[in-house]
């Protein structure tokens, strides 16, 4: 069974920078695709960013392109998210997940099969 962990999040000023990180188990991570979705009070868990199971390719929703990078070391087995230019909106709850499949657009959150817990992010006016 594939556990994800996740640290970092926090609370920081609007134009500010925090990382998020999400640990592995297990050595099938690198067959991963591995997502991340976040979701706010009230709102759907929606889609943030993708990475394919080697790095070579990543997807982003519109809201959060060009201001996030999603990357991952397959030695350690940790997949993360730099987030720049923070904005109150993207305040919510951040999860990391796993995909089995690894090829396709795939951003609905039932196509992927394992979870973090989840880490809060506050961005302040």
């Known amino acids: 069974q594939v556990q994800l962990v996740q640290s970092g999040g926090g609370l920081v000023q609007a134009g500010g920078s925090l990382s998020l990180s999400c640990a592995a188990s297990g050595r099938t991570f690198r067959t991963f695709a591995m997502g991340w979705f976040r979701q706010a009070p009230g709102k759907e868990r929606e889609f943030v960013a993708r990475i394919t199971s080697s790095g070579g390719t990543t997807y982003y929703s519109d809201s959060v392109k060009g201001r996030f990078t999603i990357s991952r070391d397959n030695v350690k087995n940790t997949v993360y998210l730099q987030m720049d230019s923070l904005k109150p909106e993207d305040t919510a709850v951040y999860y990391c997940?796993?995909?089995?499949?690894?090829?396709?657009?795939?951003?609905?959150?039932?196509?992927?099969?394992?979870w973090g817990q989840g880490t809060q992010v506050i961005v302040s006016s």
């Open positions: 997940a796993a995909d089995r499949v690894d090829f396709g657009t795939r951003y609905r959150v039932h196509e992927y099969d394992y």
